[in-house]
């Protein structure tokens, strides 16, 4: 019998807000691991709120503190994540209005 020594992956989960009227660039509200990250992404599900995943992403953003900033040079990769949400609730609208 061959030992699977495979660590387990802890799901982590880190949520971003942005203002365009009041923030300098998209900020940590919500970060957490395991349970805490299930919370989150479940939240973000029944609130229609767009969930996209990126293990490294999401590892670099939740080294953050709630509040803080994403730093300059994260703001491409957020970016276009950004426009992909942007586009993605255009198409949702379209299929709304149809």
Known sequence: MAENNEKKKIKTAVALGYDP???GAPKVIASGRGALAEKIIEQAKDNKSPVHED???????????????IPPELYEVVAEILVFVDAMDKIKAKDKSR
Do not use: C, Q, V, Y
């Open 21 to 23: 009227n009041e923030d």
């Open 55 to 69: 293990d490294k992403l999401a590892d670099t953003l939740s080294r953050l503190e709630i509040g803080e900033m």
